[in-house]
T-cell receptor, first 111, second 114 residues
Framework: KQEVTQIPAALSVPEGENLVLNCSFT??????LQWFRQDPGKGLTSLLL?????REQTSGRLNASLDKSSGRSTLYIAASQPGDSATYLC??????????FGAGTILRVKS | DGGITQSPKYLFRKEGQNVTLSCEQN?????MYWYRQDPGQGLRLIYY???????QKGDIAEGYSVSREKKESFPLTVTSAQKNPTAFYLC?????????????FGPGTRLTVL
C-alpha cells in the first residue's frame, strides 16, 4: 500500500530564506506527483505537477524535483515571503487513478 | 469563471440525520472525487466517478453515498451510518484524457455534527 510522508511536519522561517520541503513515497509505480498549497479553511490550490518521466518543474519562486527511483520529491521555495505561509501537501497518482496524499507541512514565514 | 463550487460552506447536522453536500464543476471534466480531511491528516478518498452514472468506492466509503446523474454534478450524502462525520469535505475533478492530468479542488464544506 502506497504511503506518502512529508517532513518536516511544521517549519518556521524568517522572511527571505530559501527553504526545502520534503516528500517521500513507498511505491515508485506512479504516474505523477502533485504539490498543493492549502490556506486555513480553504480548498487545495495546485502548485506544480511533475510527470513520472520528468525530473523537475518550476513556477516562479517554486521548484519541485522528483527522484522516482528513490521515492522522493522536494519543493524548493526561494526568497520566502509571509504570503507563502500555508500548509503544503504532496500527492502521488498511482496506477488505478488514485491520488495518495501526505499529511502536509505547515509553513510559517515570519516578517 | 471556470471552476469547482461546493455548497454549503458550513453545515451543521444533528445525530441521526442524513445530509447532502453539493459539488458542481463547469470545467467539462470527466472524473470527480470526494475527499475527507481531518486535522493533522492527509486527504482520504471517499468516492470517485470517472463517467456519468458510474462511481467507485474509495478508501473510506462506509456511511457515505454518491450519485453522478450529470457530468457537472457529484453530490455526496453523509448518512446516519457514518459514525464520525465531523470533518472538512473536499470535492475535486480532473480531465481524464490520460492519467497524467492535473487534479483541481473546490473550496470545501465543513460539516459539524451537533
Amino acid at each position: 500500500k502506497q504511503e506518502v510522508t512529508q517532513i518536516p511536519a511544521a517549519l518556521s522561517v524568517p522572511e527571505g530564506e530559501n527553504l526545502v520541503l520534503n516528500c517521500s513515497f513507498t511505491d515508485s509505480a506512479i504516474y505523477n506527483l502533485q504539490w498543493f498549497r492549502q490556506d486555513p479553511g480553504k480548498g487545495l490550490t495546485s502548485l506544480l505537477l511533475i510527470q513520472s518521466s520528468q525530473r523537475e518543474q518550476t513556477s516562479g519562486r517554486l521548484n519541485a524535483s522528483l527522484d522516482k527511483s528513490s521515492g522522493r520529491s522536494t519543493l524548493y521555495i526561494a526568497a520566502s515571503q509571509p504570503g507563502d505561509s500555508a500548509t503544503y501537501l504532496c500527492a502521488v497518482r498511482e496506477y488505478g487513478n488514485k491520488l495518495v496524499f501526505g499529511a502536509g507541512t505547515i509553513l510559517r514565514v515570519k516578517s | 469563471d471556470g471552476g469547482i463550487t461546493q455548497s454549503p460552506k458550513y453545515l451543521f447536522r444533528k445525530e441521526g440525520q442524513n445530509v447532502t453536500l453539493s459539488c458542481e464543476q463547469n470545467l467539462n471534466h470527466d472524473a470527480m472525487y470526494w475527499y475527507r480531511q481531518d486535522p493533522g491528516q492527509g486527504l482520504r478518498l471517499i468516492y470517485y466517478s470517472q463517467i456519468v452514472n458510474d462511481f467507485q468506492k474509495g478508501d473510506i466509503a462506509e456511511g457515505y453515498s454518491v450519485s453522478r446523474e450529470k457530468k457537472e454534478s457529484f453530490p455526496l450524502t453523509v448518512t446516519s451510518a457514518q459514525k464520525n462525520p465531523t470533518a472538512f469535505y473536499l470535492c475535486a475533478s480532473r480531465k481524464k484524457l490520460a492519467d497524467y492530468n492535473e487534479q483541481f479542488f473546490g473550496p470545501g464544506t465543513r460539516l459539524t455534527v451537533l
